[in-house]
Structures are given as structure tokens and as C-alpha cells.
């Protein structure tokens, strides 16, 4: 399995930044794909998950509003869209996944490299 981040970069308060997630390898229909960030100094929070039946939707209280995860199966990936972006919403952002389909979950074996996001004006 890998996971390709891609779409971060430098945006003003207010603006808005796309994510995309490029899977590919999976072998089963049945799985889980989680955006998780991490802030300097700060730990890593799952900032929104969705499963590939789309049953399983989540999103942190942070970003509950302002942020949307969506899968494209023609395209093979699971977007973020993210909106209305503060200061605090600066971090690499990571894209990960597992077999499965409940999110959140405490666990996810496969791992994209990281993207950053910066919201400065």
C-alpha cells in the first residue's frame, strides 16, 4: 500500500487549501483513510478520517466547519478541503490508512509522506 500527499503550501488567514491523498496498492474494498497533523512542538492529532464505503465520517472539533474530507474513485484519492484557515491550522499535514472501515481508530499501518501547511499572512 502507499499513500501520496499532496497540495499543501503557503496561504493567508481566511484562505483556502485543497489536500489530496493518491492510494494505491489496497486490495481490498474495505478501508479507513485518516488526515493527521502535527504542529511544531505539539503531537499528532487526527484532524479528520472517512471510510471507503463512506460510512465512517469524522472530523476534530478543531476543524468541525471549516474542513471536508471527501474520496474521488475515479481518481483513486481522499481529499481535504480545507477553508476559512487560521494560524493554528499551520502543521505538516499526513495522509494515512488501513484495512477496515471504522475511523477513528488508534492504529494505521500505512503512512504518506508529510505535506506542509502554513497560514501566514
Known amino acids: 500500500v502507499q499513500l501520496q500527499a499532496s497540495g499543501g503550501g503557503l496561504v493567508q488567514p481566511g484562505g483556502s487549501l485543497r489536500l489530496s491523498c493518491k492510494l494505491s496498492?489496497?486490495?481490498?474494498?474495505?478501508?479507513?483513510i485518516a488526515w493527521f497533523r502535527q504542529a511544531p512542538g505539539k503531537g499528532r492529532e487526527e484532524v479528520s478520517c472517512i471510510s471507503s464505503s463512506g460510512v465512517s465520517l469524522h472530523y476534530a472539533n478543531s476543524v468541525k466547519g471549516r474542513f471536508t474530507i471527501s474520496r474521488d474513485g475515479a481518481k483513486n484519492t481522499v481529499d481535504l478541503q480545507m477553508n476559512n484557515l487560521r494560524s493554528e491550522d499551520t502543521a505538516v499535514y499526513y495522509c494515512?490508512?488501513?484495512?477496515?472501515?471504522?475511523?477513528?481508530?488508534?492504529?494505521?499501518?500505512?503512512w504518506g509522506q508529510g505535506t506542509q501547511v502554513t497560514v501566514s499572512s
Open positions: 496498492g489496497f486490495t481490498s474494498n474495505y478501508y479507513a
Open positions: 494515512a490508512g488501513d484495512y477496515g472501515l471504522p475511523c477513528p481508530r488508534a492504529r494505521y499501518d500505512f
